[in-house]
Nanobody
Framework: QVQLVESGGGLVQAGGPLRLSCAASGCTFSRYAMGWFRQTPAKEREFGAAIGWRGAGTYYADSVKGRFTISRENAKNTVYLQMNSLKPEDTAVYYC??????????????????WGQGTQVTVSS
């Protein structure tokens, strides 16, 4: 059973940084592509960033490109999301997701097989 546990969320001022972590267990982590999504009560869960299983390919939503960086440490079974220059509109619950098979895309919720429980990020203005 694949388990994903996010951490690192919290309250931060606009313009500040925050780093999220997602620890995976119950799987051969290096064989999974990983993604970060976010959701607010008013919106559908939306794609933020993804990284290929080798870490060579990274993909970002336009809304976070240039501010967020996704990375992974396969030896620690962990994927990170470094968020800089945070804005109040980045406030959301952030979810980590694991993708086990080829789908041709990285940005759809249905591309992913496993999800974490989420961690709240709140950016104050």
């Amino acid at each position: 059973q694949v388990q994903l546990v996010e951490s690192g969320g919290g309250l931060v001022q606009a313009g500040g940084p925050l780093r999220l972590s997602c620890a995976a267990s119950g799987c051969t982590f290096s064989r999974y592509a990983m993604g970060w999504f976010r959701q607010t009560p008013a919106k559908e869960r939306e794609f933020g960033a993804a990284i290929g299983w080798r870490g060579a390919g990274t993909y970002y939503a336009d809304s976070v490109k240039g501010r967020f960086t996704i990375s992974r440490e396969n030896a620690k079974n962990t994927v990170y999301l470094q968020m800089n220059s945070l804005k109040p509109e980045d406030t959301a619950v952030y979810y980590c997701a694991a993708k086990s098979h080829y789908t041709g895309t990285y940005y759809r919720r249905t591309d992913y097989d496993y999800w974490g429980q989420g961690t709240q990020v709140t950016v104050s203005s």
